[in-house]
């Protein structure tokens, strides 16, 4: 058994390492394009088939993401048991790493008057330690809202997240620009509304009517759409 030690690896990074597999017995092996085992992935990364022949070798990329603190081992098993792969690795606390989902929110060719939903988006620490911030919302004209859970306070371990909604109610037509302060670690969401007005108007299927002549007495019609 062939064996592959990643090290100490901060959680939210991830560690690429490489291994050449060589078929040294009698028949082709079978390969699978991927593997996953705990926190290790192994692809197959020049070899486009599915067997490796006798003689032939071909190579895989192993990567090593920490989900928690402390030492992974596992393995992976390639051809049907001929081959083992052993894996180790040691997951360290690293510095929180902020992922916002969207930094930038656009109400495009909002019509007022009607209702509208509101746009989410997620806020993760990908990394490690405690990602902590408050959700402020940055808005001199007013039209915009903002719910998130918490009262916009957030604490975030490793994997963990939230979602945050914005909404957009502008009582005039313009276009109107804010900002989400997400604090420190993250960057910040940039909010744009265009709102328009839909002005009245009016369709007549018939700008004119002629009756021509009729007798007095008779009550002739003719039909518009308004």
Do not use: W
Not at 132 to 151: A, I, Q
Request: aromatic share 10%.
């Amino acid at each position: 058994e062939e064996s592959l030690d990643f090290g100490e690896v901060e959680i939210g990074v991830t560690e690429v390492l490489h291994v050449e597999l060589t078929n040294t017995g009698m028949e082709p092996l079978t390969l699978e394009t991927n593997y996953t085992v705990s926190q290790f992935y192994l692809s197959k990364i020049d070899h486009p088939g599915s067997t490796l022949g006798v003689g032939d070798s071909c190579t895989f990329r192993v990567t090593f993401s920490p989900a928690f603190i402390g030492e992974v081992s596992d393995s992976f098993t390639i051809g049907e048991d001929i081959c083992t792969l052993g894996l180790t690795g040691t997951g360290l606390d690293g510095p929180p790493i902020c992922l916002v989902s969207q930094s930038f929110i656009n109400f495009h060719n909002f019509i007022i008057g009607e209702d509208t939903e509101g746009r989410p988006f997620r806020i993760e620490n990908t990394g490690g330690g405690t990602l902590e911030g408050t959700v402020t919302l940055v808005d001199d004209t007013g039209t915009f809202s903002v719910y998130s859970p918490y009262g916009g306070v957030f604490s975030l371990g490793h994997g963990d997240a939230i979602n945050v909604v914005v909404s957009f109610d502008p009582s005039e037509a313009g276009v109107y620009n804010a900002e989400i302060d997400l604090g420190l670690e993250c960057e910040n969401v940039i909010l744009r509304g265009e709102a328009l007005v839909l002005e009245p108007d009016c369709y007549v299927s018939a700008p004119s009517l002629s009756f021509g002549e009729f007798v007095i007495g008779d009550n002739p019609q003719n039909r518009v759409s308004v």
